[in-house]
């Protein structure tokens, strides 16, 4: 079982930028895919990006590509989501999500998830 906090979200102008952290809980972070999701209201939950156990391979979304970087630091049970040239349609909640396998994109392939974090882009 991991148990994972989102923090970092916030109100920022178009164009901007945010650095979003998603702390886990327990001695298996290593083992897990990360993750991270977001839903604007009223919309389904889309895949953003995830990233491998190692962090040695990530994969975007084709609307944060090139904008949006995943890293993790193991030592820290800690994944992040750097956003960069933040646009109005990136408003969502913003959420981290572990999973046993890499690959599945659902959401529904990602047992444990955090809280959310909202992200407002003003334009």
């Known amino acids: 079982q991991v148990q994972l906090v989102e923090s970092g979200g916030g109100l920022v102008q178009a164009g901007g930028s945010l650095r979003l952290s998603c702390a886990a809980s327990?001695?298996?972070?290593?083992?897990?895919?990360m993750g991270w999701f977001r839903q604007a209201p009223g919309k389904e939950r889309d895949f953003v990006g995830d990233?491998?156990?190692?962090?040695?391979?990530?994969y975007y979304a084709d609307s944060v590509k090139g904008r949006f970087t995943i890293s993790r630091d193991n030592a820290k049970n800690t994944v992040y989501l750097q956003m960069n040239s933040l646009k109005p349609e990136d408003t969502a909640v913003y959420y981290c999500?572990?999973?046993?396998?890499?690959?599945?994109?659902?959401?529904?392939?990602?047992?444990?998830w955090g809280q959310g974090t909202q992200v407002t882009v003003s334009s």
């Open positions: 990233i491998s156990r190692s962090g040695g391979i990530t």
């Open positions: 327990g001695r298996t972070f290593s083992s897990y895919t």
């Open positions: 999500a572990a999973a046993p396998s890499y690959g599945n994109r659902n959401p529904r392939g990602y047992p444990h």
